[in-house]
């Protein structure tokens, strides 16, 4: 997740494109959403959708493209730098730096030592916020129209990713078709880490709560047996 | 969950006010219970519970702007007490607040070293139950006459409940209007947190019990390992 | 779990109980296996099986009543002991008792510092084994006969039974009766708990693998990091 | 997982017989894929693929008698290799050793102290995917020729995995078959386990992020309090 520092203009060019490109990609997700709930609107909208569309991933790829020359890694970067080849092919995850961004400001705003939970949870929260709206315009534009599909309206789409990212899974609504079964799976991964987050956060918070229980008692009783 | 104790006046307005706003949330609930599960009863006593409803909820405004007045902190208060105004705009989650007193009292009554997983377990059981059955309450209200709907009955309501807040999730019955399925979405997101808190009471009771082991070895034997 | 040694004749009286009260709660669930899944069996057969089911119902209410004896504690017994009095009401979970015995033995007969997490996952793994049969037998003899059900045979139960413990959920077949779905409430309960404990046993495995890793590193480098 | 580095001869033979026999699992995957998916084929190419799979078979089999003659243990070793005998019986489950062995090479190839998340998040990811494609196979052999069964396609056979595996479990397709049913058990104990790794990992990932968080304060602030 954090970019190595021991590059000076690798870090400016980050710090410079971090707030641009963050917004790149909401934008990106807002041209997708208008272009996929509105299917009404007059032909030049769309058309300037995907124009947004389209431009927007190319500032992404040039923005890959730039980190991996100011890198001097080479070969190695791809592979050092899996997530941003996964983000450059799967665009609509790359609002999840917003999130990112949105954490720094924060840290910088508030108290340097915020809370590690609080952030995690922030984290997890907004994250889920945004794959679930994305995870459910994919859907809702692969299923809708769907032969044998349960996937009416967005209403559905989005009630079909709360219960796949809490790992409940009714499956009252479920998707049928091929691409929508992919961006579920990938939706239920997500629900995975999700749930590995909440929980590692009560984990470590119970655990965090322990200790400082034990710290009240008289040291020398095994201090660090938690 | 814990107020500052920074300012005295605060701290003796939540002592005062404590018991009997946790007792106006039982009270809410239980009004609200009637009012939804015992149509037929004469239409003066669905008024009578609407009264409730009302003199409660207005209770907990005023019980939040006393404390925002008293608190001093102006216009970061809500920000630093955003569960507080949840809970205003959900009083359906206000007997949460319950848990919170009854674990306080339990708390004074025995041991005050009394076992962090013990709590934790107490605190999860008996939220768990009250959000399930004001979960339960709020989709049976939306659902029992929604057509297409699968929760016909309060037992069904009460059945989808268990089945969402341990993320199981069936869907032999689910709801099916917008108003539900937020309800839903919002039990879901709780037994997401169930969950968390379930797996990190374990966790961390196994870590303390590797620590305690660790412990029986000769000291030196690397006793902070865990 | 673990009996409080403080008063030396319970400790003998549990020492002895121990292992016939095992086996009397295996016949218990063979008794009600029997008579729920060979409705076929003559009569004298089921008159027998219900006359050990009472047999043994009574052996655990004698013991109950000799431990709130011999314990000494007077009222305060059925509230530092809910366990057990949950156990008597609900005699099929008393198999439990068979996984601590077999627990204790394996204890005994291989080195006393058996691995925590290898002691967890046997308990888990077998209260589930013990706990998904009970409730499968339960929910069979509730939903076989039930008008609409979908519970038809004793491996659909047994289906049922996996897919809810692990909380997966799929809802193909799934109980309709009160009581039914009452057990089924029980066995999610169950399932998270298992969930809890295969997820902490992983996350603290993982914590002592991260605790031998840094003690390979020079001593000082904050040994209790972890 | 680790082989005991006690007998030499063991050792050895391990080393020479890990490569091979992670290949001959992957020889035995495939071919038993090819029998499943491709049932066009003309008859020779089955007979081929049922040969492979006896002869990958059988290797395994001499290597666990190998194993066993040279561990010197006598009747102890299938107690305590019990993993082994399960993978005897299973073969499909035999390609996790890939996993291993890949996982094996990494640690030799890149740094040794490589990130202990990694590995675990390398490994978990890598299981599930052989255990779901494993899965995949069995289910959709069982369940594409069941009268009333959902599982028509091996699409949906995939589908079902991922659904099982992340515990969502829609349940829009299910096995029905004895044996199908038996596998999707097994997939959801996978499951379960995936779970656990993957919400462990983050578990003490946050929990070392607590500690170096801990350590930047100054030391003598309860340094051994995480």
Chains 1, 2, 3, 4 share one sequence.
Do not use: K
């Amino acid at each position: 997740m954090h970019a190595n520092d021991d590059d000076d203009r690798m870090t400016r060019w980050e710090q410079r494109t971090e707030v641009p490109l963050a917004l790149a990609s909401l934008l990106f997700l807002g041209a997708y959403a208008v272009h996929v709930l509105a299917p009404a609107l007059p032909r030049p909208w769309h058309v300037l959708c995907l124009a947004f569309l389209i431009a927007t991933w190319t500032a992404f790829a040039v923005d890959y493209a730039a980190r991996w020359l100011l890198s001097g890694q080479g070969a190695r970067f791809p592979r050092s730098h899996r997530m941003d080849a996964l983000v450059l092919l799967l665009p609509l995850l790359r609002p999840l730096r917003v999130v990112h961004v949105y954490e720094a400001v924060q840290r910088r705003r508030e108290r340097p030592g915020l809370d590690l939970y609080v952030r995690v949870m922030t984290y997890a929260g907004l994250s889920a916020l945004l794959i679930g709206f994305a995870g459910s315009l994919a859907v809702y534009q692969q299923e809708h129209t769907a032969p044998g599909g349960t996937i009416r309206s967005f209403g559905d789409a989005v009630w079909w990713s709360c219960a796949t990212l809490t790992t409940v899974g009714y499956g009252d609504v479920s998707p049928v078709t091929p691409v929508g079964r992919l961006v579920a799976a990938g939706l239920m991964g997500c629900g995975l880490a999700l749930l590995g987050a909440v929980t590692g956060s009560f984990s470590s918070w119970l655990l965090r709560g322990f200790a400082r229980e034990d710290g009240t008692r008289p040291p020398g009783d095994s201090p660090g047996a938690s």
